[in-house]
């Protein structure tokens, strides 16, 4: 499967943007999908994910209030909306398939990963 991320950009603190994650060659439907994100001089981390079944929902710290991963199977396409950005959300982020029951917070569990998109939060 390939993935492509895209909706990254520049916004204010508490503003909001919607990334999505478009899969290709692949339906989503026989993944486990997760978000992570990678801040410059910093390793990547996990944001949020969903079980292969979809049924699964689970986020960072970090990201629980404020961000909610979704699909559209109809479109082959995982979303993220983050709400209520922080300065401290700036980081590129990825959109990761697994063919795990559910990925977790391993990124090493992840095949497939998309290019990444910036989101930059000025404060």
């Known amino acids: 499967v390939q993935l492509q991320a895209s909706g990254g950009g520049l916004v204010q603190a508490g503003g909001s943007l919607r990334l999505s994650c478009a899969a290709s060659g692949r339906t989503f439907r026989g993944y486990a999908i997760g978000w992570f994100r990678q801040a410059p001089g910093k390793e990547r981390e996990f944001v949020t994910g969903?079980?292969?079944?979809?049924?699964?929902?689970y986020y960072a710290d970090s990201a629980k209030g404020r961000f909610t991963i979704s699909r559209d199977s109809a479109k082959n396409t995982v979303y993220l909306q983050m709400n209520s950005l922080k300065p401290e959300d700036t980081a590129v982020y990825y959109c990761?398939?697994?063919?795990?029951?559910?990925?977790?917070?391993?990124?090493?569990?992840?095949?497939?990963w998309g290019q990444g998109t910036q989101v930059t939060v000025s404060s």
């Open positions: 990761a398939a697994s063919s795990a029951f559910y990925g977790g917070s391993d990124s090493r569990l992840y095949r497939y």
């Open positions: 969903f079980s292969r079944d979809a049924d699964r929902t």
